[in-house]
């Protein structure tokens, strides 16, 4: 990696991984795009572009003019959002994927695109979801990250494009809210804890998930783009993954810094529906044995830091 262009820098990757990639690698070799434009750190302190990922050619002319060698894929819908826009979703998650695989191809450019617990459905074992399993997804999200994940191997076996590829859990920050997921519950209860003392959940009491703080995550991306190829058995995508919890779990977390921290549930059966199809909890013990993955925080950690870092930030 010496010259990357991101897409969908502006999203919660995107906003923490453009500064971290600028720091490692040089500002002016990370070319941040997205479909919009704000003031934040992404656009004003380094090379970005406009960029809608459809547009195969504006993509494909942005990566010569800059003379990239890897992109990181990151515009696509969150799958609540996909599940209320599944053409969108389909056409967007798709399209934009194919589009910066034929650029990688061209280019000859690493790759790097997240797939997702969601790529997990409910047929899928719930406990210590191994790496490789059933995956039989039933939402528009997940259908989108099978096929991602095997679009990125067939290009990787066809064309000898080196893609990557992590599966997510849901990823929790203090600088870019996620906006459209199913996790965002985990999220967003830090925010209103901070600000009222109290949360109301979408999710379910004793819904687990998988749950990664974001430095982990960066840092996951990078260890597998820079992780010696010959090492790895698999590519797209490996399960990675810090913790696993529910709803009263963070709750009680938080309580800790929090005593008066008040949880009541309003559940949203669209997300609750979603949630449920997911795994409790998966194995990254493929992502440890081929590149040593491994997370710094667990959910008390996370907590300690997400309040202070938040605090500072809501003054
Ligand atoms: N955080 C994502 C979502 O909830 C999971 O990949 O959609």
Request: negative net charge.
């Amino acid at each position: 990696m010496k010259k990357i262009l991101l897409t969908g820098a502006l999203g919660q990757i995107g906003s923490e991984l453009t500064g971290k990639m600028r720091e490692i690698y040089g500002t002016d070799n990370v070319i941040a795009t997205d479909i919009r434009q704000t003031d934040s750190e992404v656009v004003t302190a380094g090379p970005f572009e406009i960029l809608d990922v459809m547009d195969i050619e504006a993509m494909g002319n942005i990566a010569k003019k800059y003379n990239v060698d890897t992109i990181i894929h990151l515009a696509a819908l969150l799958s609540a959002t996909a599940e209320a826009k599944p053409l969108l979703a389909w056409n967007l998650n798709m399209g934009g994927l194919v589009n910066a695989l034929e650029v990688s191809r061209e280019l000859q450019c690493q790759f790097f695109t997240p797939s997702s617990i969601g790529a997990f459905g409910p047929t899928t074992p719930k406990d210590c979801t191994p790496q490789d399993t059933i995956q039989r997804p039933t939402t528009m999200y997940g259908v989108n990250k099978v096929a991602g994940e095997l679009l990125c191997d067939y290009y990787y076996q066809k064309f000898g494009v080196d893609t990557r590829g992590l599966r997510f859990p849901g990823l929790i920050s203090y600088v870019a809210p996620p906006g459209g997921g199913t996790t965002d519950y985990a999220v967003e209860i830090y925010y209103e804890a901070i600000k009222n003392e109290r949360y109301t959940s979408y999710i379910d009491r004793g819904t687990y998930m998988d749950m990664m703080y974001m430095p982990d995550a960066l840092n996951a991306i990078i260890d597998l783009m820079e992780a010696n190829p010959s090492n790895l058995k698999h590519r797209n995508s490996f399960n990675v993954t810090a913790m696993s919890f529910e709803p009263e779990q963070i709750a009680a977390e938080i309580r800790k810094h929090i005593p008066a921290f008040e949880m009541e549930y309003q559940v949203d059966p669209v997300r609750q529906t979603i949630a449920n199809s997911w795994p409790n909890s998966i194995d990254p013990t493929a992502a440890s044995e081929e590149w040593g993955f491994k997370a710094d925080y667990d959910l008390a950690k996370m907590t300690t830091d997400m309040l202070e870092k938040l605090k500072m930030k809501l003054g």
